[in-house]
């Protein structure tokens, strides 16, 4: 069995290696970052993908980027993250099975939801526990339905709208949510990166907030709608600006 683990912490990812050679029958392939994990993906056949979900050094230069100014939502490529990874596997050969291992932290909610909803990643392990990354890979051999306690703690209740019901339902309010995530928070500016004039973006901003809420119990009905919906985007940029979900959804 051939096992790509796509990790960028050196540590973390030999003890990984560890784990899964003392459990499994298994060659496991490390690579630091997305980019290279592409390139190997369409190189190389590999049974299963262990795949982090974001990348500091990445992550680090853009973020640096968007501080600047200087990332545009037209750019060739934004935010690459273990989104890509997660996908690239499964159109290389629908027989990967992935695996999402993944720090159970709050920016990272919304990439979970969006790789179990629209990725079919039905395998995530958290990567601050020693010897479940191995009973995890075992279970999407088995085809089986694997999310450990620690990661199924941010999915929403069964009741709740889904991730796509709540931000891609419409792409002009989807690019607000970029607009926003890109750092610009002014109706007017918003309005001049989305093509609307910044009355359309005022009078949308309370039904944008109404989806927010009924997804995520936490954000708040009180206040102005528009400063909860900036902070929503402003805490969850890598998604709004993550290129594989841009790929899905325009």
Not at 48 to 60: E, F, G, P, T, W
Not at 230 to 248: I, K, P
Request: charged share 25%; net charge neutral; hydrophobic share 45%.
């Amino acid at each position: 069995m051939r096992v790509l683990l796509v990790e960028d912490e050196g540590v973390a990812a030999q003890m990984a290696v560890t784990e899964l050679r003392d459990a499994l029958p298994c060659e496991v392939t490390v690579v630091p970052d997305p980019v290279e994990a592409l390139t190997r993906l369409h190189r190389e056949r590999f049974d299963i993908a262990v795949v982090d979900m974001l990348y500091q050094a990445h992550s680090v230069e853009f973020e640096r980027r968007r501080r600047l100014g200087s990332v545009r939502l037209t750019d060739l490529r934004l935010h690459l993250s273990g989104l890509a990874v997660l996908h690239a596997a499964r159109a290389a050969n629908p027989a990967v099975r992935t695996v999402l291992w993944t720090n159970g932290e709050s920016n990272r909610r919304l990439h979970m939801l969006f790789a179990r909803e629209q990725l079919g990643c039905r395998v995530m392990c958290p990567k601050d526990a020693v010897g479940k990354l191995a009973v995890a890979v075992g279970a999407a051999v088995d085809e089986q339905d694997h999310v450990d306690p620690v990661l199924r703690m941010y999915f929403p209740p069964a009741n709740a709208p889904t991730l796509a019901e709540t931000f891609f339902t419409s792409s002009t309010r989807l690019a607000v949510w970029r607009a926003m995530a890109l750092g610009v928070h002014e109706h007017a500016a918003i309005g001049k990166i989305v093509g609307v004039t910044a009355g359309t973006v005022r009078r949308g901003m309370d039904a944008i907030r109404a989806k927010l809420v009924a997804f995520d119990p936490g954000c708040t009905e009180d206040g102005p709608p528009t400063a909860e919906v900036v902070r929503y985007a402003s805490q969850n940029w890598q998604f709004f600006l993550d290129d594989t979900v841009r790929g899905f959804h325009r």
